[in-house]
């Protein structure tokens, strides 16, 4: 499934979570696909961005195995249908709204509880999540300051070779 429709798909899900558990499930599924994003653009996306890319998918990364993680419904990891980015730059910019989105529910449970355990769970999660967001952040700037640097009707290296045209249309493998 495209990035972009699974970012939407995890907002949607965020915005109707009723409860603590749901929101801290949909907060995991966040981070998930962000390492998926981050994964899937340092193998495939444009060249001035795969460091970063490979970064984020590192960050937040749990200890355990992904399907195992006792937060993730029976629908399993969403992450896991991620199959291209076809817009790299409106990737971004969708996955950064949403990871701030998942800060502000996480900051709601952290203050409405008082549960040491899970305030602390909320404070990681705050934090992986704001660690996204400035990676995310990084490579926005990296991929403008590189259209800046070409100037139009330039060539760029891309996964395939060189791409002419604009730089806004990554996708991944088939």
Do not use: K
Not at 60 to 71: D, E, F, I, L
């Amino acid at each position: 499934m495209e990035a972009e429709r699974l970012i939407e798909a995890g907002r949607r899900a965020l915005a109707e979570s009723a409860d603590v558990p749901a929101v801290m499930a949909e907060a995991w599924q966040a981070q998930a696909l962000a390492r998926a994003v981050g994964g899937h653009l340092a193998r495939c996306g444009p060249a001035e961005v795969r460091t970063e890319a490979g970064e984020l998918s590192d960050t937040g990364a749990p200890g355990g195995a992904v399907s195992g993680h006792p937060a993730v419904s029976a629908g399993g990891v969403r992450a896991a249908q991620l199959t291209e980015v076809t817009d790299v730059q409106g990737t971004l910019d969708a996955l950064a709204q949403f990871l701030g989105e998942v800060g502000i529910a996480l900051v709601g449970v952290a203050c409405g509880t008082d549960e040491e355990g899970l305030y602390w769970q909320c404070i990681e999660a705050i934090d992986a999540a704001d660690e996204s967001v400035d990676r995310v952040h990084g490579m926005l700037r990296r991929l403008a300051d590189h259209e800046r640097e070409r100037g139009p009707g330039t060539e760029r290296d891309g996964p395939y070779g060189v791409i002419r045209g604009p730089a806004d249309r990554v996708a991944g493998p088939p």
